[in-house]
Protein backbone atom coordinates (compact mmCIF):
# COMPACT_ATOMS: atom_id res chain seq x y z
CA UNK A 1 0.00 0.00 0.00
CA UNK A 2 1.74 3.65 -1.35
CA UNK A 3 0.31 7.05 -0.21
CA UNK A 4 3.29 8.94 -1.35
CA UNK A 5 1.09 10.65 -4.08
CA UNK A 6 -1.42 11.23 -1.32
CA UNK A 7 -0.02 13.71 1.32
CA UNK A 8 -1.78 13.16 4.99
CA UNK A 9 -1.98 16.21 7.32
CA UNK A 10 -2.84 16.07 11.19
CA UNK A 11 -5.82 14.35 11.93
CA UNK A 12 -5.77 12.18 8.85
CA UNK A 13 -6.29 8.42 8.75
CA UNK A 14 -4.90 6.07 6.33
CA UNK A 15 -6.90 2.85 6.92
CA UNK A 16 -6.21 -0.63 5.33
CA UNK A 17 -8.87 -3.54 5.18
CA UNK A 18 -8.11 -6.93 3.53
CA UNK A 19 -11.46 -7.66 2.48
CA UNK A 20 -12.81 -4.39 1.89
CA UNK A 21 -16.93 -4.32 3.05
CA UNK A 22 -18.35 -3.45 -0.03
CA UNK A 23 -16.94 -6.58 -1.93
CA UNK A 24 -19.51 -9.85 -0.68
CA UNK A 25 -17.49 -12.44 0.15
CA UNK A 26 -19.48 -16.33 -0.13
CA UNK A 27 -16.75 -18.50 1.53
CA UNK A 28 -14.17 -16.23 3.97
CA UNK A 29 -12.69 -19.39 4.75
CA UNK A 30 -11.81 -20.23 0.74
CA UNK A 31 -7.56 -20.83 0.55
CA UNK A 32 -7.86 -18.26 -1.95
CA UNK A 33 -9.35 -15.50 0.57
CA UNK A 34 -7.59 -16.89 3.20
CA UNK A 35 -4.39 -16.24 1.38
CA UNK A 36 -5.29 -12.34 1.26
CA UNK A 37 -5.75 -12.36 4.85
CA UNK A 38 -2.28 -13.43 5.94
CA UNK A 39 -1.02 -10.89 7.67
CA UNK A 40 2.21 -10.81 9.13
CA UNK A 41 5.67 -8.33 10.67
CA UNK A 42 3.48 -5.40 9.61
CA UNK A 43 5.94 -2.44 9.12
CA UNK A 44 5.31 1.00 8.17
CA UNK A 45 8.09 2.55 5.95
CA UNK A 46 8.60 6.44 6.05
CA UNK A 47 10.22 6.88 2.59
CA UNK A 48 9.91 10.25 1.00
CA UNK A 49 9.84 13.45 3.54
CA UNK A 50 6.54 15.82 2.76
CA UNK A 51 8.30 19.09 2.38
CA UNK A 52 5.35 20.99 3.21
CA UNK A 53 4.20 23.00 -0.29
CA UNK A 54 8.34 23.79 -0.42
CA UNK A 55 9.53 23.11 -4.05
CA UNK A 56 13.58 23.92 -3.62
CA UNK A 57 14.53 21.24 -1.45
CA UNK A 58 18.23 20.52 -1.63
CA UNK A 59 19.69 17.60 0.34
CA UNK A 60 21.86 19.53 2.49
CA UNK A 61 21.32 17.99 6.34
CA UNK A 62 20.82 21.46 7.97
CA UNK A 63 17.73 21.74 4.99
CA UNK A 64 16.03 18.33 5.36
CA UNK A 65 16.22 18.85 9.21
CA UNK A 66 12.55 21.24 9.41
CA UNK A 67 11.02 18.71 8.19
CA UNK A 68 9.90 15.53 9.58
CA UNK A 69 7.24 12.35 10.00
CA UNK A 70 5.25 11.74 12.48
CA UNK A 71 2.38 9.20 13.12
CA UNK A 72 0.08 10.23 16.83
CA UNK A 73 -0.92 7.01 16.92
CA UNK A 74 -1.38 3.44 14.94
CA UNK A 75 -3.96 0.68 15.51
CA UNK A 76 -3.96 -2.60 14.23
CA UNK A 77 -6.62 -5.13 14.52
CA UNK A 78 -6.72 -8.58 13.54
CA UNK A 79 -7.28 -12.13 14.69
CA UNK A 80 -5.05 -15.73 14.76
CA UNK A 81 -5.53 -17.68 11.44
CA UNK A 82 -7.15 -20.91 12.45
CA UNK A 83 -8.21 -22.58 8.97
CA UNK A 84 -12.22 -22.66 10.21
CA UNK A 85 -11.44 -24.54 13.34
CA UNK A 86 -11.76 -22.01 16.05
CA UNK A 87 -13.97 -19.06 16.88
CA UNK A 88 -11.23 -17.53 19.13
CA UNK A 89 -7.24 -17.18 19.86
CA UNK A 90 -5.63 -16.11 23.06
CA UNK A 91 -2.16 -14.75 23.67
CA UNK A 92 0.74 -16.37 24.48
CA UNK A 93 4.12 -15.83 25.28
CA UNK A 94 5.89 -18.11 24.22
CA UNK A 95 8.00 -16.04 21.46
CA UNK A 96 9.17 -13.73 24.13
CA UNK A 97 13.25 -13.15 24.78
CA UNK A 98 13.43 -14.58 21.38
CA UNK A 99 14.26 -11.36 20.12
CA UNK A 100 13.31 -7.36 20.77
CA UNK A 101 9.57 -7.50 19.03
CA UNK A 102 8.73 -4.37 20.42
CA UNK A 103 4.72 -4.39 21.59
CA UNK A 104 4.37 -7.86 19.02
CA UNK A 105 1.41 -10.30 20.64
CA UNK A 106 1.72 -13.65 18.98
CA UNK A 107 -1.71 -15.48 19.49
CA UNK A 108 -2.83 -19.22 19.50
CA UNK A 109 -6.11 -20.50 18.30
CA UNK A 110 -8.31 -22.04 20.81
CA UNK A 111 -8.76 -25.11 18.47
CA UNK A 112 -11.75 -27.56 17.88
CA UNK A 113 -13.18 -30.26 15.85
CA UNK A 114 -9.69 -32.44 17.24
CA UNK A 115 -7.18 -30.19 15.64
CA UNK A 116 -3.94 -28.83 17.42
CA UNK A 117 -1.52 -26.71 16.58
CA UNK A 118 -0.79 -22.48 17.02
CA UNK A 119 -3.28 -21.98 13.72
CA UNK A 120 -5.24 -25.71 14.08
CA UNK A 121 -3.30 -26.69 11.16
CA UNK A 122 -3.02 -30.41 12.19
CA UNK A 123 -4.94 -33.03 13.55
CA UNK A 124 -4.93 -34.18 17.77
CA UNK A 125 -2.48 -37.16 17.57
CA UNK A 126 -5.38 -39.81 17.50
CA UNK A 127 -7.45 -38.35 15.04
CA UNK A 128 -5.65 -38.78 11.72
CA UNK A 129 -8.01 -41.43 10.11
CA UNK A 130 -8.94 -38.55 7.47
CA UNK A 131 -6.31 -36.44 5.87
CA UNK A 132 -6.46 -32.30 7.62
CA UNK A 133 -8.33 -29.89 5.99
CA UNK A 134 -9.68 -26.40 6.82
CA UNK A 135 -12.91 -25.37 7.10
CA UNK A 136 -14.71 -24.76 4.44
CA UNK A 137 -18.67 -22.89 4.73
CA UNK A 138 -20.45 -25.01 6.97
CA UNK A 139 -18.44 -28.00 6.59
CA UNK A 140 -16.00 -28.46 9.82
CA UNK A 141 -14.03 -30.87 8.13
CA UNK A 142 -13.03 -32.25 11.99
CA UNK A 143 -10.50 -34.69 12.22
CA UNK A 144 -11.81 -38.31 13.04
CA UNK A 145 -10.47 -41.06 15.43
CA UNK A 146 -8.55 -43.32 14.17
CA UNK A 147 -9.97 -47.13 14.86
CA UNK A 148 -7.10 -49.17 16.48
CA UNK A 149 -10.02 -51.19 18.30
CA UNK A 150 -8.46 -50.26 21.65
CA UNK A 151 -5.13 -51.75 20.78
CA UNK A 152 -3.38 -48.53 20.37
CA UNK A 153 -2.87 -44.81 21.50
CA UNK A 154 -1.22 -43.19 18.08
CA UNK A 155 -1.66 -43.19 14.55
CA UNK A 156 -0.80 -41.23 11.41
CA UNK A 157 -2.49 -40.72 7.79
CA UNK A 158 -1.39 -42.72 5.22
CA UNK A 159 -2.43 -41.44 1.73
CA UNK A 160 -2.00 -44.97 0.38
CA UNK A 161 -4.34 -46.02 2.81
CA UNK A 162 -6.56 -43.63 2.00
CA UNK A 163 -6.84 -43.91 -1.66
CA UNK A 164 -7.30 -47.65 -1.22
CA UNK A 165 -10.36 -47.61 0.63
CA UNK A 166 -11.62 -45.48 -1.46
CA UNK A 167 -11.28 -41.87 0.54
CA UNK A 168 -13.53 -43.33 3.49
CA UNK A 169 -10.24 -43.70 6.23
CA UNK A 170 -6.40 -43.23 5.68
CA UNK A 171 -5.33 -43.72 9.48
CA UNK A 172 -2.58 -46.20 10.42
CA UNK A 173 -2.27 -47.43 14.17
CA UNK A 174 0.94 -46.92 15.75
CA UNK A 175 2.98 -49.55 17.94
CA UNK A 176 -0.05 -51.87 18.04
CA UNK A 177 -0.31 -53.83 21.70
CA UNK A 178 -1.91 -56.83 23.21
CA UNK A 179 -0.10 -58.59 20.60
CA UNK A 180 -1.89 -57.52 17.97
CA UNK A 181 -0.90 -56.00 14.17
CA UNK A 182 -2.49 -54.72 11.14
CA UNK A 183 -3.28 -51.37 9.98
CA UNK A 184 -6.01 -50.85 12.90
CA UNK A 185 -4.54 -53.47 15.02
CA UNK A 186 -7.54 -56.03 13.83
CA UNK A 187 -4.80 -59.05 13.67
CA UNK A 188 -3.13 -61.25 15.96
CA UNK A 189 0.43 -61.64 15.62
CA UNK A 190 2.15 -64.84 14.59
CA UNK A 191 1.65 -67.39 17.12
CA UNK A 192 -1.01 -65.86 19.31
CA UNK A 193 -4.98 -66.55 19.03
CA UNK A 194 -7.61 -64.44 19.75
CA UNK A 195 -9.67 -65.43 23.15
CA UNK A 196 -12.99 -65.59 22.27
CA UNK A 197 -15.36 -63.58 24.69
CA UNK A 198 -17.57 -65.71 26.90
CA UNK A 199 -20.87 -64.68 27.32
Excluded at 41 to 66: A, C, M, P, Q, Y
Excluded at 67 to 92: F, K, L, N, T
Excluded at 99 to 126: A, I, P, S, W
Aim: aromatic share 8%.
Amino acid sequence: MNHTNHPRYLGSQVIFRALPPFIPIEDPYNPKVQDLLHLTNLRVNFTDLHTLGDTLVDNRLEIKEKYYYAMYEMIVRGSCSCYGHASQCVPVDKYKGKENQGNMVHGKCVCTHNTQGDNCERCLDFYNDLPWKPAHKNIPNACQKCNCNNHATKCHFDPAVYEVSGNLSGGVCDDCQHNTTGTNCQECKEHFLKIPIET
